[in-house]
């Protein structure tokens, strides 16, 4: 898919999809599912979260984000690994240290799939998602202005 201003644009028929929070959702025309990223006007230009920006782009911080990010869904390990870009082999040797620390839990299987979501009564998860907020409001409070500045030139 295309990002571009808010919007994305479906590969399958060219339809532009809105985006305004993190979801999956239909396309109306090709009736295919789009996995919509966080996007507003302040992130739009941004290739990297802000928690990967910071903390560097190693695959626990890339599965972390992933998990901080879409907490309200559960994931198996292939679609983590396929949406993060880590490879199953290292996503094998990182995810039990995940679940040990109760950072993610089990919620349910389908078929042979075991799915997982982000363990949000975790005191770590807790955490993670509250130094999360911060660092996306810091970069906002940093970029509000020269956006304004834009605006007005």
């Given at each position: 898919m295309f990002r571009k201003q808010g919007f994305l644009t479906c590969q399958n028929c060219k339809a532009?999809?809105?985006?305004?929070?993190?979801?999956?959702?239909?396309?109306?025309?090709?009736?295919?599912?789009?996995?919509?990223?966080?996007?507003?006007?302040?992130?739009?230009?941004?290739?990297?979260?802000?928690?990967?920006?910071t903390f560097g782009e190693t695959p626990i911080v890339k599965v972390l984000d992933f998990f901080l990010t879409f907490d309200s869904f559960d994931y198996s390990k292939s679609s983590v690994s396929e949406e993060t870009g880590v490879s199953r082999i290292t996503l094998d040797k990182i995810w039990e240290d995940f679940v040990q620390k109760k950072i993610i839990v089990k919620t349910r299987e389908i078929g042979r799939a075991e799915m997982y979501k982000l363990n949000k009564e975790s005191s770590i998860a807790k955490v993670l998602s509250e130094l999360n907020f911060k660092l996306a409001s810091s970069f906002a409070e940093e970029e509000i202005p020269k956006i304004r500045k834009k605006v007005e030139a």
């Amino acid at each position: 898919m295309f990002r571009k201003q808010g919007f994305l644009t479906c590969q399958n028929c060219k339809a532009i999809l809105s985006i305004n929070k993190s979801t999956y959702m239909i396309c109306g025309i090709s009736k295919k599912y789009h996995h919509i990223y966080v996007v507003d006007c302040v992130y739009m230009e941004a290739k990297k979260s802000i928690f990967v920006e910071t903390f560097g782009e190693t695959p626990i911080v890339k599965v972390l984000d992933f998990f901080l990010t879409f907490d309200s869904f559960d994931y198996s390990k292939s679609s983590v690994s396929e949406e993060t870009g880590v490879s199953r082999i290292t996503l094998d040797k990182i995810w039990e240290d995940f679940v040990q620390k109760k950072i993610i839990v089990k919620t349910r299987e389908i078929g042979r799939a075991e799915m997982y979501k982000l363990n949000k009564e975790s005191s770590i998860a807790k955490v993670l998602s509250e130094l999360n907020f911060k660092l996306a409001s810091s970069f906002a409070e940093e970029e509000i202005p020269k956006i304004r500045k834009k605006v007005e030139a």
